[in-house]
């Protein structure tokens, strides 16, 4: 059992100006490897940006200390070498950071991924494969070397790699769910295409040195940034999207600072608790913009992103420019380029009915991926309607006896006002299932433990305050989503993700973990396990939930991102 304080410190890395004390700072350049690569000069379809692209990355991780090898416009021979060269100097017992850039052409097939060399001649689905390189197995390699920190850059989804001589079954790369210790991260969803831009850089890497410049920010955090920044300037046609299995926080240009008191963090998540009420009703765009800017992996960005994504659905006729560039401001030249290529955001289509217990079929509400090298990535799709109704079995964790049955009946729905009552208010939830209020203890913002999408490996923090008879406590939880599973529950077996949380009541000195089960499109947990114990492991909470039966009058037909 982990101890209070040994959680507040590493929640310092969460918080703006907190102290590093597990991060890996560039001092030591020998420590610090990275490839970088970039091709433009394709002889049939060639690309304005990835030479410049490439060039402005490796600058900046040369400015981090990193130990660069840059190659540009390679062929086939040349690229093959240089990775060869890279793994065996990636192996070295000294290094702990590895980064490897590509931008240029990317294609996949079979639901492998493949960099195109500028001299790939590729005319039927055989010359991917002798013509190419295989991504796929630079990234298995990656996966067999230990104890290292591997963050893998994508800008390679540009459209039509092969021009007339080869039409590709799908477009843009397939999604492959990143090995322990490393973060892929990729120029726009899978499947989807990248612009190459007409300026000095492409749209994604133009917002990748922007925000991976600056001090004192987490590589996961910048990301997140590049992802809003790219989402917005391109009306939704391109999101970056990344995977992750990191361990430890991962900085570019990091300086040591004072280490912070629990007090000082709390502080901190305080000052964050009020810059969420100022904008939590808002209507306007730029304020989500500006606090997802601010909070990256705040507290409250999976709700954020929730409200943004709403606005821009209901907003769509009327798009905004202002994260082309980190002060909000976009120029000229970008806002005629956008305009041209502007797609409108398209409420999700929705399905009928559904309904559980025994005896009936479970539906597949949500299809995993094919691929053999990712769960794949799935809006959470809950359409809240009053009606709908769970009943669920409720038994102690540790005797395994039944406690209750408890129904949740929907009372009242309030979209305007991001509100879902339960049993006519005896429970709050968000239009994302996160409790406001649970039997009489308030929340003064969500505690946000379900996502707005699942995949693998993601993570966030849930932080809150919540007052029950007068009495005030602070509550904090790291969120991951960690596995998906069968799970057998009495209305049924399902395909789940398992979502793991671990916190603190900091107040009370209680240490609290959770495992929910979510199915993207149901409105209810398949099962919970909550727990809560004091700092003498005296066991003060222990309840298990699993669904019995439900009714929910409204589904979302496509889940996948």
């Given at each position: 059992m982990s101890s209070r304080r040994t959680f507040l410190k590493g929640l310092a890395s969460l918080a703006p100006a907190a102290s590093f004390s597990d991060l890996f700072a560039a001092q030591n350049s020998t420590a610090h490897q990275a490839l970088v690569i970039g091709n433009s000069q394709y002889s049939d379809m060639p690309l304005g940006n990835p030479v410049n692209d490439a060039s402005a990355v490796s600058k900046l991780l040369q400015t981090a200390g990193f130990v660069t090898d840059t190659q540009l416009n390679t062929t086939r021979s040349n690229l093959i070498a240089s990775i060869d060269r890279f793994t065996q100097v990636i192996k070295?017992?000294?290094?702990?950071?590895?980064v490897f850039y590509y931008a240029g052409h990317g294609a996949q097939l079979d639901w492998r991924n493949y960099l195109v060399p500028v001299d790939a001649v590729v005319t039927k689905r055989a010359d991917m494969q002798s013509r190419c390189v295989d991504l796929n197995n630079l990234l298995s390699q990656l996966s067999k070397i230990k104890d290292k920190t591997f963050i893998i850059i994508l800008d390679a989804c540009r459209d039509d790699p092969f021009g007339n001589r080869y039409k590709l079954e799908s477009k843009?790369?397939?999604q492959f769910d990143a090995p322990v210790g490393s973060l892929l991260a990729y120029s726009t969803s899978p499947g989807k295409v990248a612009s190459d831009g007409s300026g000095a850089n492409g749209l994604y890497t133009e917002n990748l040195v922007r925000e991976l410049s600056l001090p004192n920010v987490r590589v996961e955090d910048a990301l997140k940034r590049v992802r809003l920044n790219v989402r917005l300037a391109s009306n939704g046609d391109q999101i970056p999207w990344e995977t992750t299995s990191l361990e430890s926080d991962v900085y570019l240009f990091a300086s040591a600072n004072k280490k912070q008191s629990a007090s000082d963090l709390e502080r901190l998540i305080q000052e964050e608790i009020a810059d969420w009420s100022k904008v939590k009703d808002s209507k306007v765009q730029d304020q989500w913009v500006a606090y997802l800017r601010k909070y990256p992996n705040g507290r409250f960005s999976e709700v954020a992103h929730q409200r943004l994504k709403k606005l821009m659905v209901e907003q769509s006729s009327k798009p905004t420019f202002s994260a082309v560039s980190s002060s909000g401001v976009a120029s000229a030249k970008n806002k005629k380029e956008l305009a041209g290529n502007m797609k409108p955001f398209a409420p999700p289509e929705t399905g009928g009915a559904v309904r559980l217990g025994p005896g009936l079929t479970v539906p597949k509400l949500w299809k995993p991926s094919q691929s053999p090298y990712s769960v794949g990535r799935y809006e959470l799709g809950r359409i809240f309607t009053v009606g709908d109704q769970a009943k669920n079995r409720i038994s102690d964790m540790l005797s395994g006896i039944e406690t209750e049955?408890?129904?949740?009946?929907?009372?009242r729905v309030d979209t305007d006002a991001d509100l879902v009552e339960i049993n006519n208010g005896r429970i709050i939830l968000d239009l994302m299932g996160n409790p406001m209020s649970v039997r009489g203890r308030k929340f003064?913002?969500?505690?946000?433990?379900?996502?707005?999408e699942f995949q693998l490996g993601k993570k966030w923090t849930a932080t809150n305050i919540?007052?029950?008879?007068?009495?005030?406590?602070?509550?904090?939880?790291?969120?991951r989503i960690a596995a998906v599973e069968k799970i057998r529950v009495p209305a049924g077996e399902f395909d789940a993700f398992r979502v793991d949380a671990h916190g603190w009541n900091v107040t009370n000195d209680v240490e609290l973990t959770e495992t929910n089960w979510q199915v993207p499109g149901l409105n209810f947990s398949v099962k919970r396990e909550t727990m809560r114990r004091k700092r003498n492991g005296q066991i003060v909470f222990?309840?298990?939930?699993?669904?019995?039966?439900?009714y929910q009058q409204k589904t979302v037909l496509d889940l996948s991102i």
């Open positions: 070295q017992s000294q290094t702990q950071v590895v843009g790369l397939s049955v408890r129904v949740a009946t929907i009372t003064d913002t969500p505690l946000v433990m379900i996502p707005a919540s007052t029950v008879n007068g009495q005030r406590s602070f509550v904090t939880y790291d969120v222990s309840e298990r939930l699993e669904l019995m039966e439900l």
